[in-house]
């Protein structure tokens, strides 16, 4: 668990940005929160004299004994962030991990803290099912669909079952203090193989026809949700959702779908893409992602909850698209087998230091709540300023403005939570700590760094401790 004992004008500090915040605000900004203010100070880990474990409800400094010098110090009380976040927005509280960062004890130790929901970064996409076999299929095998037998590639569980089985041991010990899974992601043209597109899975062969495709798509969706989430399967009691389609929507604004020439400067004939869909190929319309949506809702467990996850989400032309999307989804929706059924909207949250603005964050919002009700925040992480250079002056001045961007976006979020129509069920950062960040390389994938200035993104800096940004989620207001 992470608790330390911090001493002098550090600890003051520490615990005076734990308990701000309480003070109430006048409304009628952008980011102003409703009446009234709510405190997760109750909400600590501090260590007893003896060293061991021990709850504060009260809120007060602790005292314990220095470890070296055995004198009395001041301990800093580090809030439980989803202790806190399930008090002030009554919403989980998750972060991403890939297989490496879950077998960093640091990284497990803050997940197992602070987190009650986890999503994989990269081992439950299609490429990571195929082995990262994404220049040949590794193999083939027969599968019964419908009554008709058909070829499909061999998939690969094991990442994920690492990862699952890691989780489960752990709620397996813990029973109140469980950690879930959401899916990610069935449908996504980034890290799809191209070679699952074409005849005999062989991406030298002409693509397949929309008919075979269709049964591919039901095939997998099938195959994975049965897999992980089937009354069978041994992972089905840690899957609270799944997010059954990606980024499908188009970033430019004169069409609502990602296209097969989203980017002309990239082949289709690459082995995976970073903007082009060879999904939209296929089909040449959005028929892929309403039956991806039937699918899912005809082999997914009732209370499993299905979503759309995009990014560029507050920009005001993909925004309408989103909704677009999301109108024609809902209208089909139906019985299993026969309909669609979707839960949620994911706002995935790659945002800056700059952009967006919280008046376009609070819009975009409202939007997708007049849709399905329902919205995430799904990959949350802030990019840093364009002046940031690593430097130590330039982090402590940074840290201090990230914390209160964040401050200010989770202020919006909580006021829109307090409205009747509105539910903000889940808030996951894309990380844990700075390091592992994906931002640190660039990417021509969505939301990633075009460039290679150093980042700050996350609640945990270098050295697995809590960043000042970390305070803005343990409460509400400003400070």
Same mark, same amino acid.
């Given at each position: ?74 301990? #800093? ?95 397996? #010990?813990?029973? =109140? ?21 074409? =005849?005999? &899975? ?15 798509? =039901? ?37 609502? &779908? ?177 390091? &592992? ?43």
């Amino acid at each position: 668990m992470i608790r330390r004992k911090v001493k002098g004008v550090l600890a003051v500090l520490l615990a005076s940005a734990v308990l701000a915040g309480c003070g109430k605000q006048p409304g009628g900004s952008e980011s102003a929160v409703g009446s009234g203010t709510e405190d997760a100070s109750s909400y600590v880990q501090t260590l007893s004299p003896s060293g061991e474990t021990t709850e504060s409800a009260t809120g007060d400094t602790a005292k314990g004994s220095d470890a070296v010098t055995g004198s009395d110090t001041e301990v #800093a009380e580090v809030p439980v962030l989803k202790d806190a976040v399930m008090d002030i927005m009554g919403c989980r509280i998750g972060c991403a991990a890939t297989e490496m960062e879950l077998n960093d004890e640091k990284v497990w130790e803050i997940i197992t803290t602070h987190f009650n929901a986890i999503t994989f970064g990269n081992e439950l996409k299609p490429d990571a099912m195929v082995g990262y076999s994404v220049g040949v299929c590794p193999g083939t095998e027969e599968a019964e669909l419908n009554g008709e037998t058909i070829l499909v590639p061999r998939l690969d569980y094991s990442r994920a079952e690492r990862m699952l089985d890691k989780i489960y041991d752990w709620n397996a #010990a813990h029973p =109140e203090d469980k950690i879930m899974v959401k899916g990610h992601v069935l449908v996504w043209h980034a890290q799809t193989p191209e070679w699952f597109f074409h =005849e005999e &899975y062989d991406k030298t062969k002409p693509y397949v026809d929309k008919d075979t495709m269709n049964k591919r798509l =039901e095939w997998y969706i099938r195959t994975m949700l049965t897999h992980f989430t089937g009354e069978d399967s041994k992972y089905k009691d840690l899957f609270y959702g799944w997010d059954v389609v990606n980024e499908a929507c188009s970033d430019n604004p004169s069409r609502v &779908y990602r296209s097969d020439a989203e980017n002309p400067g990239e082949s289709l004939s690459e082995d995976r893409h970073g903007s082009n869909s060879s999904w939209w190929h296929v089909y040449q319309s959005n028929e892929y992602i309403i039956n991806a949506f039937i699918y899912a809702n005809k082999y997914a467990p009732a209370d499993l909850e299905l979503y759309y996850n995009d990014y560029n989400e507050c920009v005001s032309s993909k925004v309408m698209h989103i909704v677009e999307l999301l109108t024609e989804i809902k209208s089909r929706e139906g019985e299993p087998g026969v309909g669609t059924r979707i839960t949620a909207m994911g706002m995935q949250g790659h945002y800056s230091m700059e952009s967006p603005q919280f008046v376009d964050v609070e819009w975009a919002i409202k939007r997708y709540a007049e849709v399905v009700g329902t919205v995430q925040i799904s990959e949350f992480d802030m990019k840093a300023s364009q002046s940031y250079d690593g430097s130590d002056e330039a982090k402590e001045k940074e840290y201090i403005a990230q914390k209160g961007r964040y401050r200010m976006l989770y202020n919006t979020m909580h006021k829109l939570n307090q409205e009747e129509d509105i539910n903000i069920s889940s808030i996951t950062f894309w990380g844990t700590v700075d390091h &592992y960040s994906w931002l640190q390389s660039s990417s021509n994938v969505g939301g990633g760094s075009t460039s290679n200035l150093p980042q700050c993104p996350l609640l945990f800096d270098d050295k697995y401790q809590e960043k000042p940004a970390f305070y803005a989620f343990t409460s509400i207001g400003f400070n």
